[in-house]
């Protein structure tokens, strides 16, 4: 199994350009979360999915849209980047049973200029 | 909703040492308290957890104990070593679905 993936690994924007990052699962986990890290911030989630269809605002929602069409995948959207948004971004996923134990993935690290 | 504060920040030991880390809580019906290991480069990675009945769980050289009357929680690392060198991270779930993470504590094992 690979886990969690993540595309891309990194990329770079200018202001007011958009992008999504995917997140892909095989384990057949039904909540699957995006977080950002920040030096000297931890992990603060941006938004995270109960299931397919499904998707909610966690601590820091402003400037993001996500997706959860398929129960594998969760995409998460910048519709106009700013400098802010500059980070790196982490997927995670776990399983109804077990929803508390996160399984993350490798990371995107996202410059704006 | 849950806060989640951790210290120290930065830990220095020497390898064989052990190092401690602590977390605090701020909502009293958290039950379930994982310890998550980020190696540079890479994303977190659950390396043990304890829930609310249990007061401490060994792993190894890895031990974590709860006080829910403190609401405190730490991790326990004994005879460190250089792989032991990453950022470590408290959690704490806020609610049925999602986790609350502390800031993070860069543990450095130097030979």
């Known amino acids: 199994n690979a886990g969690v993936t993540q595309t891309p690994k990194f990329r770079v924007l200018k202001t007011g350009q958009s992008m999504t990052l995917l997140c892909a699962q095989d384990?057949?986990?039904?909540?699957m979360y995006w977080y950002r890290q920040d030096p000297g911030m931890g992990l603060r989630l941006i938004h995270y999915?109960?299931?397919?269809?499904?998707?909610a605002k966690g601590e820091v929602p402003d400037g993001y849209n996500v997706s959860r069409l398929k129960k594998q995948n969760f995409l998460l959207g910048l519709e106009s980047a700013a400098p802010s948004q500059t980070s790196v971004y982490f997927c995670?996923?776990?399983?109804?049973?077990?929803?508390?134990?996160?399984?993350f993935g490798p990371g995107t690290r996202l410059t704006v200029l | 909703g849950e806060n989640v504060e951790q210290h120290p920040s930065t830990l220095s030991v020497q390898e064989g040492d052990s190092a401690v880390i602590k977390c605090t809580y701020s909502?009293?019906?958290?039950?379930?308290f994982p310890w998550y290991k980020q190696e540079l480069g890479k994303g977190p990675q659950l390396i043990i957890d304890?829930?609310?009945?249990?007061g401490e769980k060994k792993d190894q050289r890895i031990a974590v104990t709860l006080n829910k009357t403190a609401k405190h929680f730490s991790l326990h690392i004994t005879e460190t070593q250089p792989e032991d060198s990453a950022v470590y991270f408290c959690?704490?779930?806020?609610?049925?679905?999602?986790?609350?993470f502390g800031k993070g504590t860069m543990l450095l094992v130097s030979p």
């Open positions: 304890i829930r609310s009945n249990v």
């Open positions: 909502d009293s019906a958290s039950n379930y």
């Open positions: 999915s109960v299931g397919e269809g499904t998707t």
């Open positions: 384990m057949n986990h039904e909540y």
């Open positions: 959690a704490a779930p806020p609610g049925y679905s999602t986790l609350t």
């Open positions: 995670a996923s776990s399983s109804w049973s077990a929803r508390s134990t996160q399984y």
